[in-house]
């Protein structure tokens, strides 16, 4: 059983930046799939993008593409969402996620909120 932690998150001016931290527990994540998540107040959840156990990353969402970056560090069993340039539309609650062995994300943390004032 993964258990995943979300921090990082807090209150930012436009323009600023912000990186987000998801601690895995349980076992090693290092052979995961991970993902992060973001879901705005009264929209749908959005895949914002992920990372291969190899390191490689895609940030899947237009909206955030040259501004968001994903990275993982295996010794910390940790993955990371970097965040620049922020706009008060990435306003969110974001989560990250894990899968291995199949296409769907198995494990979820609660999230952690960023607002981002503009």
């Known amino acids: 059983q993964v258990q995943l932690v979300e921090s990082g998150g807090g209150l930012v001016q436009a323009g600023g930046s912000l990186r987000l931290s998801c601690v895995a527990s349980?076992?090693?994540?290092?052979?995961?799939?991970m993902a992060w998540f973001r879901q705005a107040p009264g929209k749908e959840r959005e895949f914002v993008g992920s990372?291969?156990?190899?390191?490689?990353?895609?940030v899947a969402a237009d909206s955030v593409k040259g501004r968001f970056s994903i990275s993982r560090d295996n010794a910390k069993n940790t993955v990371y969402l970097q965040m620049n340039s922020l706009k008060p539309e990435d306003t969110a609650v974001y989560s990250c996620?894990?899968?291995?062995?199949?296409?769907?994300?198995?494990?979820w943390g609660q999230g952690t909120q960023v607002t981002v004032s503009s």
């Open positions: 990372i291969r156990a190899s390191g490689a990353s895609t």
């Open positions: 349980g076992r090693t994540v290092s052979s995961d799939t």
């Open positions: 996620a894990g899968s291995f062995g199949t296409s769907r994300y198995t494990y």
